[in-house]
């Protein structure tokens, strides 16, 4: 079991009024990845938002800094929302992730390939959004 600091309570106390900005924030992030994945010649099996649960939020926060990780700011937290995309065939995994990739190039993304041998593949993008995008509604 992961001990909670005084700073992981502030942090989840800090994130509640903020949940539903994160969620519509995941929702316009995912409509614009469906807008560019509908342009390509890519057949997506599905694309999803979510914001952070708030109990997943406290496990991460309490469990980084056992790891010595210790968060300041929520900002700080990268994966407060999340878009997940999903397609038919491995192949067009790495076109998808290309095609997301010029969209967003401007934001430096982090791009971290995960594999499990029971399964799971995936390219993970922390994605960054430019200046031209942050001054978007």
């Given at each position: 079991m992961i001990?909670e600091?005084?700073?992981?309570?502030e942090?989840?106390?800090?994130y509640?009024?903020?949940?539903?900005?994160y969620?519509?924030f995941s929702e316009v992030i995912k409509?614009?990845?469906?807008e560019?994945?509908d342009?390509g010649?890519?057949?997506?099996?599905s694309i999803?938002?979510?914001?952070?649960?708030p109990?997943?939020?406290k496990e991460?926060?309490?469990r980084?800094?056992?790891?010595?990780?210790?968060?300041?700011?929520l900002?700080?937290?990268?994966d407060?929302?999340g878009?997940?995309?999903?397609?038919?065939?491995?192949?067009h995994?790495?076109?998808?992730?290309n095609?997301i990739?010029?969209e967003f190039?401007?934001?430096?993304?982090?791009i971290?390939n995960?594999?499990d041998?029971?399964g799971?593949?995936?390219?993970?993008?922390?994605?960054?959004?430019?200046?031209?995008?942050e001054?978007?509604?």
């Open positions: 001990k600091n005084k700073k992981t309570e942090l989840c106390d800090e509640l009024p903020k949940r539903q900005l969620r519509s409509k614009i990845i469906g560019v994945l342009n010649e890519i057949k997506i099996y999803s938002g979510r914001e952070k649960d109990e997943k939020l991460k926060v309490a980084k800094a056992a790891l010595g990780k210790e968060y300041k700011a900002e700080e937290i990268e407060m929302a878009v997940r995309v999903v397609t038919y065939l491995e192949s995994r790495g076109q998808a992730g095609l990739y010029r190039e401007g934001s430096q993304p982090d971290t995960k594999y041998p029971k799971y593949r995936g390219t993970h993008f922390v994605l960054r959004l430019d200046e031209a995008r001054k978007l509604p």
